[in-house]
């Protein structure tokens, strides 16, 4: 056996384990001993090896471990395996037990090299820990002139230094390296190379195969690497025995042959058992070397409670001999267990091995002897023959279960069923996956198990163990087995017959249905074939899709009620088509629903009218007569779906419609064999001409024979358009009507439409005929406005008129309560949305204004209806002048049923005065001689306007910033400054209406800029005239205060007697100043000029006479003069000089600037 030694304690007791003993001075001696399977190096157990370079679970080419094969050289062992290394794949490393960082360090290694390559390549080395990328003492390999040359660097510095001497691939080498630490500088380290063909001698050579020591030197070395490198350079082989140390001895010495027992395992713990009863057996191996006294036996010897057999199952005893016959004791298997006779603990001791001249190795055992067990029992222990389908529960079966010695009570035994089945505690409910079974003391009475494969079995013959498990027993089990079938697919029709289906050749008949349903299908996602039998077809929607078979599609086992249209097709024969709709698909038994009808031969096409003649029509020339009606039907008509044509004889036209949509011909639509009733209007055309037309109105289509209606009426010649006026005028004074337009006499007029249907809302429920009440007025000369109205019994059209529309009325004259009007019996629409006439003005409502658009001026309103109004209308009451009139408000006025601030806009009360109202003048009196009861017709708020009110208002022009005096002295006063004062709309009547202007303390006000006073004021009639361009306002500080500092306030303007007050403030400030004294009061008032000055002439005003001394900067006299007459040099330079006034008493300078 081979050993793996460190000095660290965790591998040494692993290596103990192997037999190895430690050499003085090494830190690593590798001898690949790592069991009978070959694998990779860094991923087998025990291994000390790790990779660094495509390390992992994905290796590349991994340096391999070989089991059972080793190289030899010399003396040295040859025992446990060897690794194997190429190109281009796994680097490993293992960490050494200490660092070196000082003195010497050797490591040796038996190789083979199998190939290389003449650019040479290192393949072992040393590095730090962890290994990084520092790399020393790399061995190389190379070929030249096909001999096998070894290399040495010591850092990646430079080439490597090979030595001169040849040698041969596939022949073992042992390779030894030496690393010289010297502490001259940090490149001196010196790295060297042994190559030896036999066992090295036991002292250092003083001739070394190749040395290098180019590059940085290392602080510290800890790990030994293996190296796979390309496959243009690198070498591939075979390696063995790595040895590492810090003298020469570690590395190349042969180890001494010491009798050694080496044990598999070093402990055995966990055993088991019960009283009376031995254990479970385990095991470990014994084996050894440089035994000595073969032959000879190895004497196992097992402690107290246990016993020992070289065969598993039995010989077990107190001891064995386990015989060897040479100094090697090959690996042989001991069986340990606790014996029957041990006694309820935990014994513990140590198994012997001791002979062959080596030190005794123990296995430590412990384990533990329980009291009797626990016991659960079950019968029966098998359950079978359970049969269902998928989706359903089986019928259930039972076992009991017992125990016997339990343990942890109160607890419970757990009773697991296997997949596919479900237990219960209770016959037919209760059912679960698993159940606990109870068990207050040591024994629990028979209880019954009941068991049933669950209904979410999957088909298939579900088997496995009901598991008893708890209270310390074994668990017990019960054997299920059984068989889940799949369902029966099926198809369900219902009904199952379809009769009765009728029809006529070439047309399909009414559809029947029946619904189809399925459950446990198969092959889904798929379809349901539903095929109809010949002369019939099927349908998935009603009315559509119909052909000779469709899918029914399912996408799960089950197929919900489907309908399945049915009916006769248009293709089948006359007779009595009969057969199956087949449905078929799913893997079920397919369903036929039988199906059976008439098909009957096409019956002759008939139209029929009702009645068959019209007669009476009666209108006058360009005017279409009122309508009359027949009915039009028809059965068995072809063609389908088309026409029927409907074609009026000349001078008639028909309609679809009553009152619309006439025309020479109309065309009734048919989509079956069957026209239902349809009512067909006639009338004389507007178009036709003065006589009596008459013929036959047509109703051809369908293959049937031509229905003829017989129209025959009267056209009168139409009346000549008067004008209204012409109607008017023919009204005496008395109100009484005149030739040649007496009532009951028959008019037409033509003009438009002014006003609302002032009887809208007397519904009549006949269509078109509608009452109706407005007003026309035409361009003629006079009274041209008249009242228009219908009684609602006969047809007249539009009904939809509104004012802007241009109208033809036929009608006869007529009066109602002193109002002329014409009751219509036609109207024609001529054209829509005309503009509207100009009001009349007018100052009364009388005769003459009557229907006429008037303009009311002055109209003060006293009276309004109260909310909310109601019927056809409602009245209010006005006055203009002296007349009181009527303000009649129709229902479909704008002015319904809204109030006084509705209509005269927000806080107006009555009366309302100086109104503007444009309406259509009328009357309403029942008493001849009909001169009294006028009205006035308003429509539109739009036409009821009042004037703006009169807002009087004073502004003024100043700067929004107020007026600023700047610094003023105590008793004087600024220069003014003015803005301007403007008014608008101020009342002219009352008392107290000037517009007041007032100032603040310390502030003077004026009109004129020279007389100021605290308060001025301006009249009415001065503002207002003065207009925008605003009255002159002037203002000037003049502080008169105790306090000096800054002053200031508004300039108010106001109007006293106007509520809530007008006012228009001015903001002013001034700072007052300390009072000047006499001479600088004398000095503000006197002014040169000009200054600056050409040097010639200056002029002075003051208050008084001064005498004048004029200085320059220096302080030297240069002019001499009175104020009254000053005298300067012409030669006085440029500059600034000073002016020193006298009066004798007081005295003052000014400044002045000569620049010529």
């Known amino acids: 056996m081979k050993q793996k030694n460190y000095t660290s304690l965790i591998l040494l007791l692993c290596l103990w384990v192997l037999g190895v003993g430690n050499v003085k001075g ?31 679970a994905s290796l590349t080419n991994p340096i391999q471990y070989v089991a059972g094969s080793n190289l030899s050289l010399g003396s040295y062992p040859t025992l446990g395996g060897k690794v194997t290394f190429t190109t281009s794949g796994q680097d490993i490393n293992s960490t050494l037990s200490s660092a070196v960082t000082s003195g010497t360090l050797y490591y040796s290694f038996l190789v083979n090299i199998t190939s290389a390559q003449t650019a ?109 490198g390309t496959a243009a350079n690198a070498p591939a082989g075979e390696i063995d025995y790595i040895r590492v140390g810090t003298t020469w001895a570690d590395v190349t010495s042969v180890p001494s042959a010491t009798p050694t027992i080496t044990l598999g395992s070093t402990s055995l713990t966990g055993f088991t058992t019960t009283v009376g009863t031995p254990s479970t057996a385990q095991q470990y191996g014994v084996s050894g070397s440089n035994l000595t006294g073969f032959p000879s036996d190895i004497v196992v010897t097992a402690p107290t409670g246990y016993e020992v057999s070289l065969t598993s199952g039995s010989g077990f005893s107190g001891s064995v001999n ?13 069986f340990v267990r606790i014996a029957a006779s041990a006694s309820v603990g935990s014994p513990s001791g140590n198994i012997t091995n001791a002979g062959g001249g080596a030190t005794t190795q123990n296995v430590a055992v412990s384990g533990t002897v329980n009291a009797p067990p626990a016991t ?44 596919g089945y479900e237990v219960s505690l209770t016959s037919g409910s209760g059912f679960a996956g698993s159940v606990n079974v109870a068990y207050a003391s040591a024994t629990l009475s028979n209880t019954t198990i009941f068991v049933r494969i669950a209904a979410s079995a999957s088909v298939g013959s579900p088997s496995g163990n009901i598991t008893n498990a708890g209270g310390g027993a074994t668990t017990q089990n019960v054997a299920v087995s059984g068989n889940v079938n799949p369902l029966t697919p099926t198809l369900n029709v219902n009904p199952t017959s379809l009769s009765g289906f009728t029809t006529i050749t070439g047309t399909a008949s009414a559809e029947q249905s029946y619904t189809l349903s399925g459950t446990n299908l198969t092959g889904f996602p798929d379809n349901i074939l539903v095929t109809a039998p010949t002369g019939y077809e099927v349908s998935l929607t009603s009315g559509s899709g119909f052909g000779g078979s469709v899918n029914v599609a399912y996408t799960s086992a089950t197929l919900s009620n489907t309908t399945i249209f049915v009916r006769i097709a248009a293709s089948a024969s006359v007779g009595s088509p009969s057969g199956n709709v087949t449905n078929a698909g799913g893997g079920a038994t397919t369903q036929n629903v039988a199906v059976s009808g008439t098909v009957n031969p096409v019956p002759t096409p008939t139209l029929t009218v009702n009645p068959t003649s019209l007669s009476g029509f009666t209108t006058t020339a360009g005017t279409a007569s009122a309508n009359q009606s027949y009915t039009l039907s028809g059965v068995n008509l ?218 009311l001026t002055g109209v003060t309103v ?68 009909f001169d009294s ?64 202007v007032n100032v603040p303390n310390n502030f003077q006000v004026s009109k004129n800029n020279t007389d100021f006073f605290s308060t001025i004021s301006f009249t009415n009639a001065e503002v207002n ?132």
């Open 26 to 56: 090494q830190i690593l001696t590798e001898q690949f001993n790592y069991g009978a399977v070959s694998d990779s190096l860094s991923f087998i157990s025990g291994t000390v090896w790790n990779g660094h370079s495509l390390g992992g």
């Open 120 to 228: 040479g390549d290192y393949f072992i080395h040393t590095g730090p820990s962890p290994i990084g990328s520092g790399f020393n003492n790399r061995v190389f390999a190379r070929l030249s002139g096909g001999n096998l040359q070894f290399g040495i660097q010591k850092t990646s510095t430079g080439p490597a230094t090979y030595g001169t001497n040849n040698y041969s691939t596939g022949t073992t080498y042992l390779i030894v390296v030496k690393y010289q630490f010297n502490t001259g500088s940090t490149t001196d380290d010196v790295s060297s190379l042994y190559v030896f063909t036999t066992t090295a001698p036991l002292t250092e050579p003083g001739a070394t195969e190749a040395t290098n020591s180019a590059g940085t030197d290392p602080t510290s070395l800890q790990t030994i690497a293996i190296r796979q």
């Open 322 to 334: 386990v015989a060897y016959t040479s100094a090697t004791l090959s690996n042989t298997t001991i």
């Open 376 to 419: 659960l029992t079950v019968n029966p222990t098998s359950l079978s023959g359970f049969t269902t389908v998928t989706g359903t529960a089986s019928t259930e079966q039972s076992y009991t279960l017992s125990g016997t010695d339990l343990t942890g009570f109160p607890a419970n035994i757990t009773v697991t069923a296997p997949t």
């Open 638 to 855: 072809t063609g389908f779906p088309s026409n029927i044509v409907v074609t009026a004889p000349t001078g008639y036209e028909v309609s679809l419609t009553s009152g619309s949509g006439f025309g020479g011909s109309v065309n009734v639509a048919y989509t079956s064999a069957t026209l239902s009733n349809t009512t067909i209007f006639v009338r004389i055309a507007a178009s036709a001409s003065v006589g009596s037309p008459s013929g036959n109105v047509t109703n051809a289509g369908g293959g049937a024979t031509t229905q003829n209606v017989a129209v025959s009426g009267t056209v009168n010649a139409a009346p000549t358009v008067v004008p209204i006026a012409n109607i008017r005028n023919a009204i005496d004074g008395s109100g009484a009507q005149v030739a040649p337009y007496a009532a009951g006499t028959a008019v037409m007029i033509q003009g438009q439409i002014y006003g609302v249907n002032r009887n809208i809302d007397a519904t009549v429920a006949n269509g078109t005929k509608q009452k109706f009440e407005f007003t026309v007025i035409d361009n003629s000369t006079g009274r041209n406005g008249i009242v228009i109205r219908s009684t609602g019994t006969v047809d007249i059209a539009p009904v939809d008129m509104l004012e802007g529309d241009n109208i033809t009325v036929s009608g006869t004259v007529s009066q109602f309560n002193g109002l002329t009007q014409i009751t219509a019996t036609s109207v024609t629409r001529n054209s829509t949305g005309n503009t509207r006439k100009t009001p009349v003005s007018a100052t009364v409502i009388a005769e003459n204004e009557e229907s006429q658009l008037i303009r």
């Open 862 to 929: 006293t009276a309004w209806p109260t909310l909310p109004h109601t019927g056809s209308g409602v009245n209010a009451t006005i006055t203009v002048g002296a007349n009181t009139y009527t303000l009649r408000i129709t229902s479909a006025s704008e002015l319904f049923n809204k109030s006084v601030t509705d209509v005269f806009g927000t806080g107006a009360t009555l009366p309302v005065n100086n109104v503007t109202m444009v309406g259509l003048g009328g009357q309403f009196d029942n008493a001849s001689p």
């Open 933 to 996: 009861g006028y009205q006035l017709f308003v429509t539109k708020l739009s036409d009821v306007t009042i004037p703006p009110p009169i807002i009087p208002a004073i502004s003024t022009n100043a700067p929004s910033t107020g007026l600023d005096f700047g610094n003023v002295a105590k008793n004087t006063v600024s220069t003014s400054q003015t803005y301007k004062l403007i008014g608008k709309d101020l009342p002219t009547t009352g008392s107290n209406l000037n517009v007041v």
């Open 1025 to 1156: 005239n003065a207009g925008t361009t605003g009255l002159d306002v002037y203002v000037r500080f003049a502080p008169v205060s105790d306090i000096d500092g800054a002053k200031g306030g508004d300039v108010t303007h106001s109007v006293p007697s106007i509520v809530p007050t007008l006012n228009a403030n001015v903001a002013v400030k001034g700072v007052q100043t300390a009072p000047l004294s006499i001479a600088d009061e004398l000095a503000s008032q006197v002014n040169i000029y000009p200054n600056p000055t050409n040097g010639m002439t200056i002029k002075i005003d003051a208050p008084q006479d001064f005498v004048v001394e004029m200085l320059d900067i220096t302080g030297r006299k240069v002019a001499n003069f009175n104020s009254s007459e000053p005298k300067l040099s012409d030669n006085l330079p440029n500059g600034l000089y000073f002016l020193q006034f006298s009066n004798g008493t007081t005295k003052f300078v000014k400044r002045l600037v000569i620049q010529k």
